[in-house]
């Protein structure tokens, strides 16, 4: 009876995937082959796919930058034959068809990119921060970025100023993080005594400086009662205020507030320059009043740099925006002009099997001089 002959196999890597009870070293080292091999060819696939993101992500800015094109054009009621005009090397990113055959006086203003043009941003903004208000001032810019920013404007609108709940929760805070710290020197209604010598960093830089206290600059201790915190609220507000008088901010900027009333046109509010950190502190809200505010160059706000955050003893502090990327604002001090009013529905995934809905109605104002 003739041998039947066993079907080869193609080659190595079939050869491995078969069910063996035992295998030979010589086995072994074909599965590791392969296993670089498909390894390799993942890596080479999710390059491939990260460059073609790359390239999705350099047409969608494209796609922005033609539509703001179009609505500035919309707006000043311009031809779309002048829209070549207004194409200038700052604002080109990558709208390669026309040329511009003549000067053009007038330029569109240059569109703030986030992630490019926070750090240089950030630097001119904390530097200018650091020459123009006293430290006391800044201790008040400060505390306005907390949430003692709901009692300033409870100073300031309300006629109830009873703090005696507000005082025992702040009280309370400093005893949880008297514990939080237990391993530290910690001064309890007094703050954090920490290491002048000790390296931070902050920007990819080291320094030396302390983070401020709320509880310092507050003066909470064992017997404030509503009267002091309101002497120290009162005297805060003051500084507050001689700050945003003489502040400039000294460019154009859309900013955004998140909110579930309405805007409030006499109170002082924390904006922030990316939209997400607006809609992050409110995650849990259904329906969010998303505010667009575009602030100019002569408008009272002062962004929160470094300088805010920190004590600069030791002149070791780097310049930036590299704790937050809020601006405070005194509302009252802004001629708002509504231009729009759109609304969008937004899906938040939550886990595999949950997404959540949420309801996104956005309001533009521009800031305006008087």
């Not at 009876?1 to 030979?24: A, R, V």
């Not at 010589?26 to 993942?42: A, C, P, S």
């Not at 009162?234 to 805007?263: I, V, W």
Request: with cysteine; glycine share 2%.
């Amino acid at each position: 009876m003739p041998n039947k002959k066993m079907p080869e196999k193609s080659n190595k890597e079939e050869l491995i995937y078969d069910n063996k009870e035992y295998y030979t070293i010589e086995d072994l080292i074909d599965i590791t082959k392969v296993l670089e091999r498909t390894e390799n060819q993942i890596k080479n696939a999710n390059l491939d796919i990260k460059a073609l993101e790359n390239t999705i992500s350099r047409l969608d800015k494209k796609i922005a930058n033609a539509k703001s094109y179009i609505e500035e054009i919309e707006e000043h009621k311009k031809s779309i034959f002048e829209f070549w005009k207004f194409v200038n090397k700052d604002n080109l990113l990558g709208l390669n068809e026309g040329e511009v055959e003549e000067k053009v006086q007038k330029q569109i203003e240059k569109t703030f990119d986030y992630e490019e043009d926070l750090e240089e941003f950030g630097k001119k903004q904390d530097k200018k921060n650091r020459q123009s208000y006293l430290k006391e001032e800044r201790d008040s810019i400060f505390l306005a970025s907390t949430e003692v920013i709901n009692d300033i404007n409870t100073l300031k609108n309300e006629e109830n100023k009873d703090f005696t709940k507000r005082i025992q929760d702040l009280k309370e805070e400093a005893l949880k993080e008297e514990m939080l710290f237990a391993s530290e020197e910690f001064d309890i209604f007094g703050g954090i005594t920490e290491d002048k010598t000790k390296i931070n960093i902050l920007g990819n830089t080291k320094h030396r400086e302390i983070k401020k206290s709320k509880f310092r600059l507050l003066e909470i201790n064992k017997n404030t009662e509503n009267s002091n915190y309101i002497n120290t609220l009162e005297q805060m507000t003051r500084r507050l205020e001689n700050a945003l008088d003489k502040s400039e901010f000294g460019m154009k900027l859309n900013t955004f507030f998140a909110s579930t009333e309405a805007l409030n046109n006499q109170k002082y509010a924390v904006l922030y320059i990316n939209p997400q950190n607006a809609l992050d502190t409110l995650k849990d809200a259904e329906k969010i009043n998303l505010f667009n505010i575009k602030l100019n160059e002569k408008s009272k706000a002062i962004a929160l740099t470094n300088i805010m955050y920190y004590e600069n003893t030791n002149r070791t502090l780097p310049l930036g925006m590299n704790v937050s990327d809020k601006i405070l604002v005194d509302m009252g001090k802004l001629k708002l002009e509504p231009k729009k009013q759109k609304l969008f529905r937004m899906n938040q995934k939550i886990d595999d099997y949950k997404v959540e809905t949420k309801i996104i109605c956005i309001y533009e104002y521009e800031a305006v001089e008087e």
